[in-house]
């Protein structure tokens, strides 16, 4: 499949609220909105990124098809990458495709990575990227309603 980023539309908003509320989807993410169904929080935080002076969000596209998003966030030295991909396209190297697209775009370095510890794809897809285990963690995952083990990684320069 031919992978791509853009810009954000207007249109790609009702497809990432629906695989937001994918619930194997967002319990594998673990550290999701507390509710995602809530469309009001999601339409205010989809505003907050899209505008952000600190926020890099692309649309991810396989084969011309919007089939998640991808960004990075935070402060200089302190920058985290994100990404979500729609749990039918699984398995099909597009997460490792969108991250490397997305790390073209966003060249400041260390760049860091959280994923719950058990989330073993989503480890392989940065780890495939040039991320490194860095540090454990644990925090409240809001998707399965308790503080579970995750695991911080880190990209550095060259």
């Known amino acids: 499949m031919d992978v791509s980023l853009r810009e954000v539309h207007d249109s790609d908003l009702p497809v990432f609220f629906r695989q937001m509320?994918?619930?194997?989807?967002?319990?594998?993410a673990a550290f999701t909105p507390e509710d995602p169904s809530d469309h009001d929080a999601f339409?205010?935080?989809?505003?907050?990124?899209?505008?952000?002076a600190d926020i890099a969000v692309r649309t991810v596209l396989a084969d011309g098809d919007v089939v998640g998003n991808a960004g990075v966030y935070g402060a200089p030295g302190?920058?985290?990458v994100t990404y979500w991909i729609d749990r039918a396209y699984w398995g099909r190297g597009l997460?490792?495709?969108?991250?490397?697209?997305?790390?073209?775009?966003?060249?400041?370095r260390p760049l860091y990575a959280r994923a719950a510890a058990d989330?073993?794809?989503?480890?392989?897809?940065?780890?495939?990227?040039g991320f490194r285990f860095s540090a454990k963690?644990?925090?409240?995952?809001?998707?399965?309603?308790?503080?579970?083990?995750?695991?911080?990684?880190?990209?550095?320069?060259?």
């Open 119 to 129: 989330n073993a794809a989503s480890i392989r897809v940065l780890e495939k990227c």
């Open 43 to 52: 339409e205010a935080h989809w505003a907050k990124m899209r505008t952000s």
């Open 95 to 108: 997460a490792t495709a969108a991250l490397r697209g997305l790390l073209e775009l966003e060249r400041d």
């Open 78 to 80: 302190e920058r985290e």
């Open 21 to 28: 509320n994918d619930p194997e989807a967002t319990r594998m």
């Open 137 to 158: 963690d644990r925090g409240y995952a809001p998707a399965r309603g308790e503080e579970i083990d995750e695991v911080v990684l880190v990209l550095h320069a060259g």
